[in-house]
């Protein structure tokens, strides 16, 4: 009953970000994780909505609980280095980002533009001679 529940919420979750409601997303994901608190799927959603929610916090915990649950899970490392990299903790995320990028033997491309990404926001704010 717990499950149906839970992937009831998960399925409304999903819904609800692909109309970037990320706020109510993660309201629900949050409900999931009440009923099934190692929901890798639930957990991938928060992470991703907390962060454009800009609760990079709650982002990095998401992503944290996920890489406990799954050490190889390249989503959930990117999300965790891109959730560290937000608030000014750039050497550590950029640690996470490109770990992820080698796991996938520079393959996936989302992971690669995301290391990029973040690359030239720290080359563009000088601190690049400092990561």
């Not at 970037?20 to 928060?46: G, H, M, S």
Request: net charge negative.
């Amino acid at each position: 009953m717990q499950e149906d529940a839970a992937e009831w919420l998960i399925t409304q979750a999903e819904t609800i970000l692909r109309n970037n409601d990320f706020q109510t997303a993660a309201f629900f994901t949050d409900r999931a994780l009440t009923l099934e608190p190692e929901n890798k799927k639930a957990l991938a959603i928060k992470g991703f909505a907390e962060f454009m929610c800009g609760n990079y916090t709650l982002c990095e915990d998401a992503n944290k609980k996920a890489l406990e649950l799954d050490p190889n899970d390249t989503y959930a490392m990117k999300g965790l280095g891109l959730a560290l990299h937000k608030p000014g903790n750039s050497a550590r995320g950029l640690e996470y980002l490109e770990q992820a990028v080698k796991m996938t033997n520079y393959a996936d491309a989302d992971i690669m533009n995301d290391l990029n990404y973040v690359l030239r926001e720290i080359e563009s704010s000088g601190m690049l001679k400092s990561v």
